[in-house]
């Protein structure tokens, strides 16, 4: 079943989004330092599964496994002119992984930033930047995405490259874009929850956020904060499940399914509408989010 | 406000060209270029780095406070080579191996340099034959970044080579990223951890005894 995310917005008081794919990726054995987008190719299957995952767990919108599926970022592995085809595959795998759904699912094709600074800062000019994201978001819709997924940003103007980019490949396609809120309560470059919220209302996105970062509590003032400075916004929360220790030189994030579902009830609380989880997620916390929200949701 | 302290607050404030031509007028005036360096723009980009700690400015002013100070530093190189003003110590810094992240690191090299260091910036995916080689080179700090938390256990990769080598007691480790903290340095056996940019200037400070 497909259905608009405006739509879903519409209808329902609170959505429930995916949680972690990296995580789950060298769960199931993807080599640590290659680029996961290449199994949308070479292990189709294995990404289908994890889509399945959060699915079958509650989730009604899931992320494309495409976050460093920016040229920029792809030729770091030399990978830039698959391009095009990496990301086409990603969307094409989220949506047949949807059509077995028992609910309704919304496909966002994820876009991570490009790793690199912009000018003046750094040497990426934005235009070039805006280049490299309609090429990704041309291929993400070209596999049948229904959104687009602007996620873990530190820079307004990489975002703003982002929507610009998007909107030159894909003009109609509705836009959400979150950032990264893990240096003392703003983000790297220095963005305030507060400013980011106004300035992403006013670039017309359908839903904005936070996601990543240093686990649910910072994150979780940081929608606090946005929600107060646009509380007509569609706030979308997606927090790590804690912050990883290296157990036998595997990460393993604090916190159980049981903290993301008390933190997916305050994060309603404070605001947000769409809410799930980043990395060190599993299905099992997404599980538990979806119950929470579900138990408690007020009949809109 | 002297040229100095016009220098020092020039840096703070990433006013490039005020910097360069304040050092090049107290180069003029006879001033040391030690003194300049020290006292200007060194002395300028420590403030920076207290003012990141504080929260007060973030990262991109510390990176235009950087650019300055290295815009003055291109005028005042050939006096400082000439009156034999040494680097603090020479810090070899890269991202280990499989993690492609790079704007970390870099600013964490950018403030180092701004401290008074040597740098060789080894780059991005660096295997630890090559953070050994560094050190075989003469660096007596070793720096390493991961962004991912699979790629952490290679930091621990390059202790363990260096200490292979035979190196490991003429070099000290710092280590640095998203997922890392202080006890997953004790744990590989690193010397120190720090959690940004500026506090890296100090650690390493802190490691070499000045």
Redesign the interface.
């Known amino acids: 079943m497909t259905v608009s995310l405006a739509q879903l917005l519409e209808s329902q008081a609170t959505l429930v989004a995916d949680g972690g794919m990296?995580t789950m990726l060298?769960a199931a054995g993807l080599a640590?330092?290659s680029a996961p987008e290449v199994w949308n190719v070479e292990r189709p299957e294995a990404v289908r599964r994890i889509h399945a995952d959060y699915i079958a767990a509650g989730a009604q919108i899931i992320l494309t496994n495409s976050f460093g599926g920016s040229r920029a970022?792809l030729s770091?592995?030399g990978l830039a002119d698959r391009a095009a085809e990496l990301n086409r595959a990603a969307a094409q795998i989220a949506r047949s992984a949807a059509q077995d759904a028992r609910h309704s699912v919304v496909i966002a094709g994820s876009i991570g930033p490009t790793?690199?600074?912009l000018a003046p800062?750094?040497d990426l000019e934005p235009d070039d930047a805006a280049e490299m994201f309609a090429e990704q978001a041309a291929a993400l819709v070209e596999g049948g995405v229904d959104v687009l997924w602007i996620e873990t940003m530190a820079d307004m103007s990489e975002v703003r490259a982002a929507v610009e980019g998007c909107r030159r490949a894909a003009p109609g396609v509705p836009l959400v874009a979150t950032l990264t809120y893990?240096?003392?309560g703003?983000t790297?470059?220095?963005e305030t929850p507060e400013h980011a919220a106004e300035t992403l209302e006013g670039m017309g996105l359908l839903a904005h956020g936070a996601n990543c970062g240093n686990g649910p509590d910072e994150l979780l003032t940081a929608i606090d904060h946005m929600h107060h400075a646009q509380p007509q916004a569609h706030l979308v929360a997606k927090a790590n499940a804690g912050?990883?220790?290296?157990v036998d030189?595997r990460?393993v994030y604090d916190a159980g399914p049981e903290v993301m579902a008390a933190y997916a009830r305050q994060a309603r609380a404070n605001g947000a509408r769409i809410i799930g989880a980043c990395?060190?997620s599993t299905p099992e916390h997404v599980r538990a989010i979806a119950e929470a929200l579900r138990q408690e949701d007020p009949v809109t | 406000m002297s040229l100095i302290e016009e220098i020092r607050e020039g840096v703070i404030e990433g006013q490039a060209n005020v910097v360069l031509e304040k050092v090049r007028q107290a180069l003029e005036a006879g001033e040391s270029a030690e003194v300049i360096l020290n006292q200007g723009l060194i002395s300028g980009m420590q403030r920076v780095g207290e003012l990141f700690e504080e929260g007060t400015v973030f990262v991109p002013e510390m990176l235009i406070a950087a650019r300055a100070m290295d815009k003055a530093l291109t005028v005042l190189r050939p006096h400082l080579v000439e009156a034999g003003v040494q680097p603090i110590a020479k810090v070899a810094i890269g991202t280990v191996k499989g993690d492609l992240h790079d704007i970390g690191k870099k600013l964490v090299a950018m403030m180092l340099e701004g401290s008074g260091f040597e740098i060789m910036d080894l780059g991005i995916n660096v295997p630890p034959e090559k953070f050994v080689d560094a050190v075989r080179q003469g660096a007596q700090v070793v720096a390493l970044s991961a962004l991912l938390t699979t790629t952490m256990p290679n930091m621990k990769d390059v202790v363990d080579a260096i200490d292979q080598a035979g190196l490991r007691r003429q070099t000290r480790v710092i280590i640095g990223g998203a997922p890392v903290n202080q006890n997953y340095a004790d744990q590989i056996g690193a010397d120190g951890f720090a959690p940004d940019a500026s506090s890296a200037v100090r650690k390493v400070r802190e490691l070499v005894g000045v």
């Open positions: 990296g060298f640590r330092g970022r770091m592995h790793g690199q600074m800062y750094g893990d240096t003392r703003r790297m470059m220095g912050l990883p220790h290296m030189d990460a990395c060190g």
